[in-house]
């Protein structure tokens, strides 16, 4: 389970009001509902931020809940690992680098950065995942020597109205400035280069957890789900309402079922 939802945070192109309907709608009650109801569906595991351990924690005591988390951090040159201590100290199992973070990190030439970040997960015993919107961003990382113990990268097709031309898009531009032109990014697409994905990860030994699969509610659960499974997600994030839980893990329940085109080993 993907937790941009319960924190109100939506890609809503040019709707003003989205993230706000998310907050009203995700009380603290609902929040607990929605988490409650993943788990009796199946749901293991829930991708959060460091500011969201809170409610996530307070949902575990109360339920007396098994739920795993995977925390995104965000080191930076000048504090490569104050949020990693944050997450640990709340109780993480899994930690991430975020992937607007990688990509800043790369784009800035602060590589280095995220390898001081990947080594010193390991060394407080967590398995150290590397995030990220732009695939260059990981091709850079992997010419730098750094191997995750798993990825979390963005993987949608562009077949959808919203999505601009392949011919103006800008590596990098997932984490910049949005453009009023619908010609140009305008927080629209989040795997600019599918196909550079899918390259990228069809011959490595490391589990692959895609996000973004439905181009922040653009693309039907049925559509993405076995788009990204057939190109070689091991696992799938997904942010949902509660209304849409039980759709969605049976949607995916059968998409694993019926899968015929996938050619990527599983590594999970």
């Known amino acids: 389970m993907g937790g941009n939802l319960i924190g109100g945070w939506s890609h809503s192109r040019d709707l003003i009001y989205v993230s706000s309907l998310f907050k009203a709608y995700n009380t603290e009650d609902k929040i607990f509902q929605t988490l409650d109801l993943g788990e009796k569906a199946g749901i293991n595991t829930i991708n959060i931020s460091v500011s969201q351990f809170p409610v996530i924690n307070k949902y575990k005591k109360i339920f007396n809940s098994n739920l795993q988390t995977i925390s995104q951090v965000h080191p930076t040159k000048e504090n490569p690992f104050g949020d990693i201590d944050t997450a640990i100290e709340a109780g993480v199992d899994f930690i991430q680098i975020q992937g607007n973070c990688c990509d800043?990190?790369?784009?800035?030439?602060?590589?280095?950065?995220?390898?001081?970040?990947?080594?010193?997960?390991?060394?407080?015993?967590?398995?150290?995942?590397?995030?990220?919107?732009?695939?260059?961003?990981?091709?850079?990382?992997?010419?730098?020597?750094?191997?995750?113990?798993?990825?979390?990268?963005?993987?949608?097709?562009?077949?959808?109205?919203?999505?601009?031309?392949?011919?103006?898009?800008?590596?990098?531009s997932v984490d910049g400035e949005r453009s009023s032109d619908h010609n140009e990014f305008h927080d629209n697409m989040?795997?600019?280069?599918?196909?550079?994905?899918?390259?990228?990860?069809?011959?490595?030994?490391?589990?692959?957890?895609?996000?973004?699969?439905?181009?922040?509610?653009?693309?039907?659960?049925?559509?993405?789900?076995?788009?990204?499974?057939?190109?070689?997600?091991?696992?799938?994030?997904?942010?949902?309402?509660?209304?849409?839980?039980?759709?969605?893990?049976?949607?995916?329940?059968?998409?694993?079922?019926?899968?015929?085109?996938?050619?990527?080993?599983?590594?999970?």
């Open 104 to 172: 800043w990190r790369v784009r800035a030439g602060e590589i280095d950065v995220l390898e001081q970040a990947i080594d010193y997960i390991r060394k407080k015993g967590f398995p150290a995942g590397l995030g990220a919107h732009s695939i260059q961003a990981l091709v850079a990382c992997e010419e730098a020597g750094i191997e995750p113990d798993f990825f979390m990268k963005t993987l949608h097709h562009d077949n959808y109205w919203s999505a601009h031309p392949r011919e103006n898009r800008i590596p990098f």
């Open 190 to 268: 989040f795997c600019l280069f599918p196909e550079k994905t899918v390259e990228f990860m069809e011959n490595r030994g490391t589990p692959f957890i895609a996000f973004k699969i439905l181009a922040g509610g653009a693309i039907h659960p049925e559509d993405g789900f076995k788009y990204a499974f057939e190109n070689g997600a091991d696992f799938i994030c997904v942010g949902m309402f509660d209304y849409q839980l039980v759709d969605d893990v049976n949607i995916a329940i059968d998409t694993l079922a019926s899968l015929e085109n996938r050619s990527r080993n599983w590594m999970s």
